[in-house]
């Protein structure tokens, strides 16, 4: 049984109020997505911003309530789900923020910020607080004298592993972390995903990480999948996406990562044009597409391929 | 040589005590060239881009230095010969355009503001020329945009408008802090490429401070290599990629994440907090694997390692003096 089975999950939003019955339109920020998630196993979430990578985070958490579809964890629907299945989902999964500084009280200590969710997850065991907080603390790498500082008294590096330490509290099954190491310095990036792998390897966690940073979700995903208006276009394992990739827009995302030499730097690119916008007909990528054909503005490809690879794309299935 | 910096040295007077946000910094710049200005935040980076405008507000001030441009020292201007010299000689785009775009002017009233606060063009021009710039930067459909808010633009539309209006005057030196980083990587492909193209026909040149050392490797014809306020290594940019002599250098080229790595490197430790930092050691020591003795004694300075390259370390110091004689230019 898998950890999280995503069915067909498709969130809508409508654009502009219709007062007096003016004409909507209908924003489809994920559009009958599925996914599967094992326990353990770590998927990585990549595509442009406004491909609905952290609306999908949303629905997930249950931030946000789809439209269609059913969200299945550990064989439970938790969108129909009573209060007490809820609450224990809410334990299992936990969120952590890109922006560090926004996702803490400002004007409380670590001590505080932790004993937050200890109050919430562990009532009344209020001697046990602080060794808990001295334990995640260590987890993360961060050293006991912290305990009352404040957030901006930490770096970014260490306000991002209290958003860790914060979210393990209920030693959850499954992190999210939308754009987790985005806003950090090269150097520290590397750190954090070291912890990450650490983390996965000790408490057994599963993650959905959420970036555009094709080389970090590489290196900490197992599988990987590539959003574009909404879509799902390719799913596929960290080994596929550097030799396997097919579909167009995963190539331009790869083709777009910045050179490693300045020797390569007048190599030729594949460059996509205009911003991210997605086609209501047809395949959402095709005017942007360097490949498309008339197929591709009429119909709209379905995922299909091998078992650990599928790809959504008339040009590439035919 | 279009700007020189010379031993330019910005401090912060907090009442905690002493910031040296750039320290000793030297470099120049040729026209057409690109100057990749690189390190981790709190390095100095963007303290020396505001420096260059003379943007440093207090408790921060210009101790000491030269910067030179086309002759001219700066920092013996008074305020209105700099706010002449601001934006149509030397330039700056910041790395958030939502905040450095006034919300309630369309982008085109803040386009030719800017055109009509250097030139004598009258506002019909100044308003084509706006267009002209913004289609030059790809952004489709310039004549409909120009009356446009800022919040109806997407991200990277807002940063070509900012690098628009940057361009618009045709600054000999344009300072770029880090335009791409808050950026889509699809987006900053467009506009690396597109700077690229300009750059090419203005002969502007730019320094591009960034802490990513793709954006350097894509653009770059110079590096310069900051840490803790002082430059670390300068020298072209083939040779750091290829023989970068600096362990710090070395180690920010190795944390970078490439696609298909197993291990994620990184610079153990943190950057160290610039107050009240000891100027009698090297302030990389505290994260540098090969730090021995001297390097808790002495400050170092940057010496030629090669031509057209310098570094700061103490390791280097015995090569460096041997070859001195032969470098030219040193």
Known sequence: ?318 | MVLEVKNLQTHFFTPKGLVKAVDKVSFSLEPGKVLGLVGESGCGKSMTGLSLLGLVDPPGKIVAGEILLGGRNLLNLGESDLERIRGKEIAMIFQDPLSSLNPILTIGRQITETILSHTSMTKGQAWEQGITWLRRLGLPHPEKRMKYYPFQLSGGMRQRVMIATALALQPQVLIADEPTTALDLTIQAQIIEEIKLLQRENASAIIFITHDLGVVAELADQVAVMYAGSLVEYGEVEQIFDHPRHPYTQALLNSRMKLGEKKARFIPGLPPNLLNLPSNQCAFAPRCPKASQPCWKKKPSLIPVSTNQQAACHLLESQGRSKENAVVGA
């Open chain 1, 1 to 318: 049984m898998p950890l999280l089975e995503l069915r067909e999950v498709s969130k809508y939003y409508l654009q502009g109020q219709g007062l007096f019955g003016r004409k909507k339109d209908v924003i489809r920020a994920v559009d009958k997505v599925s996914l599967n998630l094992n326990e353990g196993e770590s998927l990585g979430l990549v595509g442009e911003s406004g491909c609905g990578k952290s609306t999908l985070a949303k629905l997930i958490l249950k931030l946000e309530r789809p439209n269609k579809g059913q969200i299945i964890f550990r064989g439970q629907d938790i969108l129909s789900a009573p209060w007490g299945v809820l609450y224990s989902y809410r334990r299992q999964v936990q969120l952590v923020f890109q922006d560090s500084f926004s996702a803490f009280n400002p004007r409380m200590r670590v001590r505080e910020i932790m004993n937050e969710p200890l109050e919430n997850f562990y009532p009344g065991q209020k001697d046990s607080y602080l060794k808990q907080t001295c334990e995640l603390l260590e987890l993360v790498g961060l050293h006991q004298n912290c305990l009352d500082n404040y957030p901006h008294e930490l770096s970014g590096g260490q306000r991002q592993r209290l958003g860790i330490a914060r979210a393990l509290v209920s030693q959850p099954k499954l992190l999210i972390c939308d754009e987790a190491i985005a806003n950090l310095d090269v150097s520290l990036q590397g750190q954090m995903l070291t912890l990450f792998q650490e983390l996965k390897e000790k408490l057994g966690l599963s993650y959905i990480f959420i970036s555009h940073n094709l080389p970090a979700v590489q290196y900490l995903a197992d599988k990987i999948a590539v959003m574009y208006g909404g879509k799902i276009v390719e799913i596929l394992t960290r080994e596929q996406l550097i030799k396997e990739a097919k579909h167009p827009y995963t190539l331009s995302l790869l083709d777009a990562l910045p050179v490693s030499h300045p020797r390569e730097r007048n190599r030729k690119r594949l460059l996509l044009k205009g911003e991210a916008c997605c086609s209501a007909h047809g395949c959402r990528f095709h005017p942007r597409c360097p490949e498309a054909q008339e197929i591709c503005c009429r119909d709209e490809p379905l995922l299909s391929g091998e078992k650990d690879h599928l790809v959504a794309c008339h040009i590439i299935s035919t």
